[in-house]
Structures are given as structure tokens and as C-alpha cells.
């Protein structure tokens, strides 16, 4: 059907229904719509039907009970949301601690273990092995000092080294000390000084100190003298049994023999050796201590029960064209875990030798271990010592 025959029906059927309300029969006639309205909303019906005839496009009449039509669905794509980039905490930047200038730490005890007895009155070498864990370079303008406790005659101040000694790198630090006349235990705390007079020691803080501790002794033995008696019978010769004995410098063991390198030290027995004093000897033990400043060689035996009277005895000294040559020759003994420093002779090149003569007979029945040690008396030089047929006779 046209549009146009709709708008025609739809007209007339206005028309019939307001005569209709106004003829009905026996009733008085009520008008209950304007008619100046009910045309309005026919024209504009009209117009909408027109308008959408127009277009070309149906009109929906909507009324209380037509549903609601159904809108085609859209293909508009909702935009992608880029995920935010996940955090990675950041750990805190650890800050470094700065390294003291000046600060050792203690690394060994090269001689004289604490609690070590040494007969009163005793001269004796306290060797300490430290590093240089600062950051600043050990000169010679450096010193060791005494810091508190018991000095034992020991200098309040002496050169800490001859060479430089970076960060990171030990030194061997020496020290001569006398046991105190009067028996007992005795401690001395030791530090450093730096070239502006500062002094520091051990530790994270470089406020400790390093020490030595010695236990001061009775002398059990006479002091040895100088003259040699007849041997009548011996009960122990150290150059043949030197094989047996374990020999080591200030941090390594060394082989008994002559070996091609003898900076570490050197441990041999030897023959026909001519001495400083112009004297050739058949039988003698050569103890090179190691080639450093304060270097060292020890040798420690096998056990030995002393008779009788026993004597130690022996002549020590430097072979010939010795120079500068310079060392202490110590007789020790160990027994039950401390060592006990007999006595030492310094022995510079000076053309004699010295003899030695121990009376034992205060250690009569006892079972020990004796040890031979010779160390350089400060810089290495011409230190070729050796002892003349070292024995123990009765």
C-alpha cells in the first residue's frame, strides 16, 4: 500500500470519528479531545510520514507495548591497553669503607712462642711476622715501639725496615729482650710508628697491640764456659744425625742437604771447612740461615735422655772471607711443649771462633729435644756459619 492511500485512510478516519462524537443520539454532546488538537497530531503525523517517505527509510510507530528493536551490533575494536612496564626494585649501593692508612695484622710468631721459658737473665730475639693490611707504604722513617706491659729491657723505640713494604706484603719484626732476673710471667705490648709519629697496631681499628709473653725461669744450668774438655765419650753427635733432625726457616721446611738454590737456607755437613780463624776442621755443620734481614734456620732433633755428666759442647763461627758476616747461635731444648732458650753467642766476623761448654747435669734424666738455630743478626751478609763437631759428651 502507498503512502499516500495510508495518509488518505488515516484522515478520513479522523474525520468519521469526530462526527461520530458529536451526533451520537440522546446524550448531550461532551467533547473530550480539542479538535484543534486532534488535527495538529494528524498533521504531524503526516509530516513524519512524509519526512520518512522522504528518506526512504520505514518509520517504527513505537507504543507502550512495541518492544524495543534490536540495534545491529558495531565492529568498533576497543583499543589495546599496553600492560605498564613491571618495577624491578633497585638494591641499595653499598658504600665502601675506606682503608686506614696505617694498619697491621699479626700473621705468625717466628721465635719465641708465648708462655715460651727462658732462664732469668737471658738475652733472647722476639720475631713477629706482620702484614701491612692499610693503604699506605712502610718506609724507614717507620719504627717499632714499646707500647705497655713489661719492656724487658727492650728499646722503646728501633727502625721497622730498611726497604719499602707496600700494602698487602709481610715483614719479619725483631726485637731483643733479657728475661727479667726475677721468675715469673711476664707480657710487653708492641705497636708501630708511622713518619709523622703516629703510632697504630692490629686489628680492623689498628688499636691493638701485638706482643711477647715469656715465662723467666731459674736457670737450670751453669753458664757455659769457654774451654773444651777432652771428649771421653759421646752420646750424641749432631752432624750425624742431623739427617734425623727437621730443619726450617722462619715459614718452610727445609731438606736436609745442599741444594742448588740456598736463599731459604741451607742444612749440610761438611768437611775440611777453613774458618775464619785460619783453620781448617774435618768435620763440621754448615747452618746458612735464610738470605733476609733477621733470616732464620733451626734445627730440631730427636729426643735424647741426658746422663750424667753430659756436656754440650762445640765451637761456632763464620767461614773464612765472611766480610760483614754477622749471626746469633742458639742452643734450645723442648720439653713437654715449651721451649727453653740455653744461651746464644753473637758471632761477627772477627777471625776467632767461640767454644761452647753446657753443663747438662742440672737436666739429668730429663728427655728432651735439642735444637740448633742460627739467625742473621739484621741484614743477611756473608752469613756462612757453621759449627766445629757439635756433640753431646760425658
Known amino acids: 500500500m502507498s503512502i499516500r492511500r495510508i495518509i488518505l485512510i488515516i484522515l478520513l478516519a479522523a474525520a468519521l470519528l469526530l462526527l461520530a462524537s458529536c451526533n451520537l443520539p440522546g446524550q448531550q454532546a461532551t467533547p473530550t479531545t480539542d479538535p484543534g488538537l486532534a488535527y495538529t497530531q494528524a498533521a504531524q503525523t ?100 714499646f707500647y705497655t706491659g713489661d719492656a724487658m729491657s727492650g728499646p722503646a723505640a728501633s727502625p721497622l725496615t730498611s726497604v719499602a713494604v707496600p700494602p698487602g706484603s709481610t715483614i719479619d719484626v725483631s726485637v731483643t729482650l733479657i728475661a727479667p732476673l726475677t721468675p715469673g710471667t711476664y707480657r710487653g705490648e708492641w705497636r708501630l710508628r708511622n713518619s709523622v709519629g703516629a703510632s697504630f697496631g692490629i686489628g680492623a681499628l689498628a688499636d691493638s697491640s701485638f706482643w711477647v709473653q715469656i715465662r723467666s725461669v731459674t736457670p737450670r744450668t751453669p753458664t ?18 742431623g739427617p734425623d733432625a727437621v730443619w726450617r726457616n722462619a715459614t718452610t721446611v727445609l731438606p736436609w742437604g745442599d741444594p742448588p738454590d740456598d736463599s731459604p737456607g741451607v742444612a749440610v755437613n761438611v768437611e775440611n ?21 733477621d733470616g732464620v734456620i733451626a734445627g730440631l732433633y730427636p729426643s735424647y735422655t741426658i746422663q750424667a755428666n753430659d756436656h754440650f759442647r762445640a765451637r761456632v763461627g763464620l767461614r773464612d772471607d765472611c766480610g760483614d758476616g754477622r749471626v746469633r747461635f742458639q742452643v734450645r731444648y723442648v720439653e713437654g711443649g715449651s721451649t727453653v732458650l740455653i744461651n746464644e753467642w753473637i758471632e761477627p766476623c772477627n777471625d776467632t771462633l767461640t767454644s761452647i761448654d753446657i753443663n747438662l747435669a742440672a737436666l739429668a734424666g730429663h728427655t728432651v729435644q735439642f735444637e740448633l738455630v742460627v739467625l742473621t743478626d739484621g741484614p743477611y751478609s756473608d752469613d756462612i756459619s757453621l759449627w766445629v763437631y757439635p756433640r753431646i759428651e760425658r
Not at 708462655?115 to 730475639?125: D, K, L, S, V
Open 273 to 293: 771447612v777453613r774458618m775464619e780463624d785460619n783453620t781448617t776442621y774435618p768435620r763440621l755443620l754448615a747452618t746458612y740461615p735464610q738470605k733476609i734481614t
Open 46 to 145: 503526516v509530516s513524519a510520514l512524509q519526512t520518512q517517505a522522504a528518506l526512504n527509510t520505514p518509520v517504527i510507530m513505537l507504543t507502550p507495548d512495541t518492544p524495543a528493536p534490536t540495534l545491529p551490533p558495531t565492529n568498533t575494536a576497543l583499543p589495546t591497553l599496553t600492560p605498564l612496564p613491571s618495577l624491578t626494585p633497585v638494591p641499595p649501593t653499598a658504600t665502601g669503607v675506606p682503608i686506614p692508612c696505617d694498619r697491621a695484622s699479626f700473621v705468625d710468631d717466628i721465635t719465641i712462642d708465648d708462655n715460651t721459658e727462658i732462664p732469668a737473665g737471658t738475652t733472647f730475639i722476639k720475631t713477629w711476622r706482620l702484614r701491612n693490611n692499610g693503604s699506605c707504604t712502610w718506609t724507614s722513617s717507620y719504627a717499632l715501639i
Open 224 to 241: 757455659p764456659t769457654v774451654t773444651a774438655t777432652p771428649a771421653v765419650t759421646v752420646g750424641f753427635d749432631f752432624i750425624s744425625r
